[in-house]
């Protein structure tokens, strides 16, 4: 009977001790790795909003410059100031085509 309660019940014990320790570590490690792939996933699909909204800007800003080449193509002249002078229906045109290149930019890359 001592050698129960000398012996055997702190091995029993020390084991189930060691079991439980290496049982927890093995659920920390398991929730370590699923955050970071949580967080791994997040940043993929922040840079995917990131990566989106500069190609709208992108196209955007090549509506606006396919507007003022038109202009210049269709009779418009630069000025000494920077500006661009032409007839209103030449702007009228140009401004149409740019509305129409914006709007497909957004509806291609802001969804």
Wanted: with cysteine; proline share 1%.
């Amino acid at each position: 009977m001592a050698y129960y309660f000398v012996v055997a019940l702190p091995r029993h014990n020390a084991a189930r001790l060691k079991f439980e320790q290496d049982k927890y570590a093995e659920q920390k490690q398991e929730q370590e790795r699923r955050d970071n792939e949580g967080q791994l996933e997040k940043a993929r699909q922040q840079g995917k909003v990131e990566a989106k909204q500069v190609i709208l800007e992108v196209c955007l800003n090549s509506a606006d410059e396919e507007s003022e080449r038109y202009v210049l193509l269709n009779g418009g002249a630069k000025t000494a100031r920077g500006t661009i002078e032409a007839s209103r229906s030449v702007w009228d045109d140009a401004e149409k085509q740019k509305k129409a290149q914006k709007d497909e930019c957004y509806r291609e890359y802001n969804r």
